[in-house]
């Protein structure tokens, strides 16, 4: 009987149920990649549109808060439209607003269209994950979002070394035009391969025969929610957090629209989103845990290039380079993954994945000042060997138990879940970094007292050198002081980035148990 459901529920329509899997991996990727790959061309952008670097990071944020506000009510409307519709129209709008994003003329445009490319992709991962969820049964989803996950871990991998190298060679535009031609040929293949179940169909049509009921108020207090932690995380940092006015406000408007949600959409007959699931104990702690994996994929992936090109002086190409062997590692390990996932519950696997990646974070507080490139590609290969090992079986732990109508609002909260957590992540960290770097520094320059025969000595020492180089002894003493303070600066921003390595590992560390939370049974257990 069960079998008879989830295929009534296929979106395979008879074909290759993998099929299906590559066809909604095109998108993902595509999607995915636009995530990352704008951050490594900000700098490019703000100087071709006459823009600061404070007013281009707008960019990024924006697309953030578009997302976070149409993710967690896309299960809803493509319950109401229909998913392959809903989908199809979630791949067309971000392909038309990426085309429109690189031929805007100005930064004003650019945000707008970027808006519009957020709203798009937003839908798309949760509707994928829902098509996934019913395509494939129990014992073959973790083989299914092994190959999913290729796509979703792999894109912010790749996607610096792509933007990096387009930015450098060609111009930022290109970081949107490259969209195009795979949103053009997802929805060929989407329209060709996937098909709506007539299960859905009915569904649709019997949730419609009563007239459309729609939670305005859950939407509003959702966008509101989600959309202001977005901004103040985002923006927090720049804007010295609760000592700013803009930022302190978007705070508490977040914080009341959350605590006036939760009861009104628990209870709601017919909810925009199904808070209900998050006080489930399997489905709440897959959304905890997915929420760290968030925070550590999305901050890392930020953090990198960023320590790569303002420490170490990389390029936006080289900075991708040394992410790519991670890539790799990734590429080998997600079919592994996926086949221990159908025979080891995923409770297990997510502990060791989480024990790995806590040991990678720990490795990489061993930076140094001269740490070579293959340091950071082994660093990043580290921690890329644990989340294949995280990702899949979350994943596929999340809708265990859950009955069918209930896949497309579980893959738009563990969408949310891994948002969040990589806004959360990356907020946090630059906040670190900014804080501790100044700690730091203020250490430091206490060891520069004139007293100091240590000070001295390098002082004597670098004005020798530029004397050498053809300064007078008076500019000679100047640039060697600069030349020291810069050197301070510099160990005061790399001693602020292991601090960050060090809580993330610890943090990590602290999370593992929280797996023992997750009941599940092993995919064979529950097929039989």
């Not at 050498?468 to 921003?493: C, D, F, H, N, T």
Request: glycine residues 8%; proline residues 5%.
């Amino acid at each position: 009987m069960a079998g008879a459901q989830s295929e009534s529920r296929s979106a395979a329509g008879g074909r290759n149920p993998w099929l299906i899997a590559i066809v909604v991996s095109i998108a993902t990727f595509m999607l995915v990649l636009d995530t990352s790959i704008a951050n490594v061309a900000l700098r490019n952008i703000a100087g071709s549109l006459a823009a600061g670097m404070d007013e281009s990071t707008w960019v990024i944020t924006t697309y953030l808060v578009a997302n976070s506000v149409i993710i967690p009510v896309s299960g809803w409307l493509a319950s109401v439209i229909g998913r392959k519709r809903y989908y199809m129209l979630c791949v067309a709008t971000f392909t038309i607003a990426s085309l429109l994003c690189g031929l805007a003329p100005n930064l004003e445009m650019l945000i707008v269209f970027r808006i519009l490319q957020g709203f798009g992709g937003g839908g798309m991962a949760p509707s994928e994950q829902s098509i996934l969820a019913d395509t494939f049964p129990p014992e073959k989803r973790s083989q299914a979002f092994a190959l999913y996950g290729i796509a979703v871990i792999v894109a912010p991998t790749v996607g610096p070394t792509i933007g990096g190298w387009l930015t450098d060679h060609f111009s930022w535009h290109w970081i949107f035009f490259i969209n195009v031609p795979f949103g053009i040929m997802s929805l060929a293949l989407v329209q060709w391969l996937v098909v709506e179940p007539d299960v859905l169909e009915r569904e649709r049509l019997e949730r419609l025969k009563g007239g459309l009921r729609i939670d305005w108020v859950g939407f509003i207090l959702v966008a509101t929610a989600l959309g202001c932690l977005e901004i103040f995380l985002d923006e927090g940092q720049r804007n010295d957090w609760f000592a700013s006015a803009f930022i302190t406000t978007f705070a508490v408007i977040s914080a009341i629209s959350f605590l006036l949600l939760i009861p009104w959409e628990f209870n709601h007959r017919d909810p925009i989103v199904d808070i209900r699931l998050l006080f489930s104990r399997q489905f709440g702690t897959s959304f905890l845990v997915m929420m760290a994996v968030g925070a550590v994929l999305f901050s890392t992936t930020q953090l990198m290039p960023q320590l790569q090109q303002t420490a170490f002086d990389y390029t936006a190409t080289l900075s991708g380079l040394s992410m790519m062997p991670g890539g790799i590692a990734m590429l080998i390990l997600m079919p592994i993954s996926g086949f221990a996932g159908s025979i080891i519950q995923p409770k297990y696997l997510i502990m060791a994945g989480m024990s790995v990646v806590a040991i990678a974070l720990w490795h990489m507080t061993a930076l140094t000042p001269d740490a070579s490139f293959r340091f950071f590609a082994f660093a990043r290969v580290f921690l890329m060997i644990g989340l294949p090992f995280l990702f899949i079986p979350i994943s596929t732990a999340a809708y265990v138990g859950l009955a069918p109508q209930q896949t497309n609002q579980a893959s738009a909260l563990i969408n949310v879940a891994r948002n969040i957590g990589g806004s959360i992540g990356v907020s946090l960290s630059n906040t670190v970094i900014a804080q501790n770097a100044q700690l730091h520094q203020a250490h430091l320059v206490g060891h520069t007292a004139q007293s100091s025969p240590a000070y001295q000595q390098v002082l004597r020492q670098a004005t020798e050198h530029f004397v050498a180089q053809g300064s007078p002894m008076v500019e000679a003493k100047q640039q060697a002081i600069g030349w020291i303070g810069q050197l301070i600066a510099r160990q005061a921003s790399l001693l602020a980035y292991v601090d960050v390595f060090r809580y993330c590992a610890v943090a990590t560390a602290i999370l593992v148990p929280l797996a023992l939370l997750l009941r599940s049974p092993t995919p064979k257990a529950e097929k039989r």
